[in-house]
Structures are given as structure tokens and as C-alpha cells.
């Protein structure tokens, strides 16, 4: 595991536009898009993976806080992103069983072309982009400062402090500490 940090994104920039499978299409349908977050106050964007031990440190404590927020107007979209030839444990079917797993309440959806990513500017799993109600980005850091092995508690404050401030109207902290996790896995071709 190659230990990455996600990449300084301009605040404010504008979220890229997509429209992708969703493995968990009990939650969002068949496909989802950036449309499909219109009416929603705030936007979690999180890249992620299956197998990914970032990930799935914090999995659970993701799936809470994305349910926490949601009565309040939180849209939350997980997309992988890895490259599923070389790492078939992060295919779609796998994604459905993890969606399962830690009860997802949000799409899963899966970006073959890497494009996305790309466009988001996602080098890491899990690599988080808030967005507020007019898809401009708000926070763009870590979930908190647990990792695996160091013995911190997975609480998820960081993010969680991001999208309650951004749902109550207040600024969001200018001071936001990257994500850290495995670095995406890239097809051959594809420059990030």
C-alpha cells in the first residue's frame, strides 16, 4: 500500500458532471448523475475502493455520518475508481457486497474510464470533495485523523464539522487537512 495524500483543489471550483453505474441501485438507481444531487443542500463526493484499507477503516463511520446528515439535505455519492483488470476485488459485483456490508444509503457507482477522477482531481482512497448547494466545493480533506494502525478513533469530526457548518450556513474552515490513503489504481495510459 502506497500511503497518498489527495491533491490541494481550488475552493470553489466547480463539481465536474457525471453520470455512472451504480452497484447500489437500491439507493439512486441504475445510473446516477450530478443532476441527480440537485435539490440537495450540500454534496459528499468520496472515491473509494473495495479493498483499500483507508477505506474500509473508516467505512462504517462513513455510512453513519452520511445518514446523519441526510434528513438535513446532505447528497452523498461513493464512486470507484480503481482499476478492476489489475484489482478485481474493486468490481462492481464486489462493490454491491460492501454497500451491503456497512449499509450504504447512498449510489455506489463505478467509473470505468477513470474520466471522472480524473476531472475531480481524486488521487487517493477515500479522497473527499464536499460541495455546496450550487456544486461548488466547500471542503476538500480528511475524514478525521484516524488511520489504520495509529490507534486514533474513527469519528469522522472533520468532515462531519465541514458539512454541518456548510448545512447551518457558516463558513467552513479555510484549514483542512488532505486525506490520506492509498493511491488510485490507474489503468495504463491514464494521467491523473
Avoid at 466547480?14 to 447500489?24: E, G, H, K
Avoid at 445518514?67 to 462493490?95: C, H, W
Wanted: charged share 20%; aromatic share 10%; glycine share 8%.
Amino acid at each position: 500500500m502506497v500511503e497518498t495524500p489527495s491533491r490541494d483543489i481550488q475552493r470553489g471550483s466547480v463539481a465536474p458532471n457525471f453520470n455512472l453505474p451504480n452497484s447500489n441501485a437500491e439507493y439512486g438507481g441504475d445510473v446516477v448523475g450530478l443532476s441527480d444531487f440537485d435539490d440537495s443542500k450540500a454534496l459528499l463526493v468520496v472515491f473509494m475502493c473495495n479493498h483499500c484499507p483507508y477505506v474500509v477503516h473508516i467505512a462504517d463511520a462513513l455510512a453513519r455520518v452520511a445518514r446523519q446528515f441526510e434528513p438535513q439535505g446532505l447528497g452523498t455519492v461513493a464512486i470507484s475508481v480503481n482499476d478492476v483488470e489489475s484489482y478485481p476485488q474493486d468490481a462492481p459485483d464486489k462493490m454491491t457486497d460492501m454497500s451491503k456490508k456497512y449499509g450504504f444509503t447512498f449510489p455506489y457507482v463505478y467509473d470505468g474510464s477513470q474520466r471522472v477522477a480524473v476531472d475531480y482531481g481524486a488521487v487517493c482512497t477515500p479522497d473527499l470533495f464536499l460541495f455546496d448547494a450550487e456544486k461548488r466545493l466547500a471542503y476538500h480533506g480528511q475524514f478525521d485523523d484516524a488511520r489504520p494502525g495509529n490507534d486514533k478513533p474513527v469519528t469522522g469530526a472533520d468532515l462531519s464539522r465541514a458539512i454541518e457548518n456548510l448545512l447551518q450556513g457558516k463558513p467552513v474552515d479555510a484549514a483542512q487537512s488532505p486525506s490520506v490513503g492509498c493511491n488510485i489504481k490507474w489503468k495504463p495510459g491514464i494521467d491523473p
